[in-house]
């Protein structure tokens, strides 16, 4: 991930320009992390994604339906909360997308750069 005037965040084996704000002070070259709440993803039905991964696990609650991502160089599983019952398995490659305003960056150490 590099930060900018543009700030393009690496995801999966792809390169996306997002508009996070760059932090107050300058941390050029420093490792940093990008999140974003599971129900603050959304499922893309276009080319302007994210990241895609593919589906490991599905938990269906009725109300909602986790599922839980494996994304390239991604050590974690990504979880993605979606509306309702849906028909996703294990297997499925899915697209992701969030709102921009919704993205956060954090140090390697947790700190979000909006507190920097």
Avoid: W
């Amino acid at each position: 991930m590099s930060t900018g005037n543009n700030t393009i965040v690496s995801l999966g084996g792809r390169d996306t320009m997002v508009p996070i704000p760059p932090p107050k002070k300058s941390l050029s070259g420093t490792q940093c992390h990008f999140g974003e709440r599971p129900e603050d993803m959304r499922i893309a039905h276009s080319e302007d994604f994210l990241f895609e991964g593919d589906v490991h696990f599905v938990e269906r609650f009725g109300e909602v339906t986790n599922l839980y991502l494996h994304v390239k160089d991604v050590d974690d599983a990504v979880v993605v909360k979606v509306g309702g019952v849906q028909n996703y398995a294990k297997g499925d490659r899915v697209s992701i997308t969030a709102p921009p305003e919704k993205m956060r960056l954090f140090t390697e150490k947790g700190r979000s750069f909006l507190h920097i």
